[in-house]
């Protein structure tokens, strides 16, 4: 072996250990404030005491952002599930179905500011659902992504939620994986599809959908913009869906994911919308 390829083996080698010592502290800093142990609710009301609400969507719903020491801090009336189905005190990552890639989502956030503004006795029930990467398509046909099955998996869930308590509203953040000329062109036919779905399931044509904007951070902001009129032109012809306004957050370095000040914020609008439009 000559001197140069010797030389040119320990670059390498000491590139690669870079590589996973750098992918060792990512993923040390990414999971460094996620909950230890989950907290069993105990003293779950009863169901005329519990709010219902479904998370649906994928990978912004699911929450990218980094996990800090607040957004743990644990309310006993904001109960979530763990992936067994058991009632636990809700801690973010929430969501659970993509183990190495979950983070800080909204949901955390939202029920937070909603319990500022509802009677005291009332507790609320986050059900995860989305799964990163998903289309509308798949949704609707019940299409296994990432080993999960999208629509059997809501249908699941909203059974769950029947069981706990009332289920009040689905919060949707979805189009990133449909931001694309077909996507865009069925839009609204899928938006009507599946929400309508929805709200068979849940047995209430009325049930509110609250429908996130994607960002404004894309490496094809366009189509990412296309989506966000087409849901904006959906709402305007169902009273019972209504846009939260999420163009102006922030990202965290990816292009794709909100981070987690906006996720923090976005989960506050999605409260004031509801208690604006829907909490009477």
């Avoid at 990133?176 to 899928?190: C, F, M, S, T, Y």
């Avoid at 366009?222 to 209504?242: M, T």
């Amino acid at each position: 072996m000559t001197t140069y390829y010797k030389k040119y083996v320990l670059i390498l080698i000491i590139l690669l250990q870079v590589l996973i010592l750098s992918a060792q502290k990512a993923t040390t800093n990414r999971t460094k404030y996620f909950p230890r142990e989950e907290i069993k609710a105990i003293d779950i009301p009863d169901k005329s005491k519990v709010w219902v609400f479904i998370l649906a969507g994928q990978s912004n719903m699911a929450g990218r952002g980094l996990v800090e020491a607040q957004d743990t801090v644990p309310n006993n009336r904001i109960l979530t599930i763990n992936s067994n189905n058991g009632v636990i005190v809700a801690k973010e990552p929430i969501h659970f179905y993509t183990p190495d890639y979950k983070g800080l989502g909204c949901g955390l956030s939202f029920a937070k500011n909603l319990l500022n503004n509802i009677p005291e006795d009332i507790y609320l029930l986050l059900l995860p659902t989305a799964v990163g990467g998903s289309s509308i398509n798949k949704w609707i046909k019940d299409i296994p992504h990432r080993n999960v099955p999208l629509y059997s998996n809501f249908k699941e869930k909203v059974a769950l939620g029947k069981q706990y308590g009332t289920i009040k509203a689905v919060l949707w953040h979805q189009g990133e994986a449909d931001a694309n000329k077909n996507g865009i062109l069925k839009r609204q036919d899928n938006l009507k599809n599946l929400f309508n779905s929805f709200r068979d399931d849940v047995e209430n044509n009325q049930l509110p959908i609250l429908i996130g904007e994607l960002g404004a951070f894309s490496k094809e902001p366009d189509l990412w913009h296309q989506i966000n009129k087409e849901n904006r032109k959906y709402a305007r012809k169902d009273k019972y869906a209504v846009i939260i306004k999420a163009e102006d957050l922030e990202e965290k370095g990816d292009r794709v994911h909100f981070n987690s000040t906006a996720q923090r914020e976005l989960g506050k609008r999605y409260a004031q919308k509801y208690i604006r439009c829907f909490s009477k």
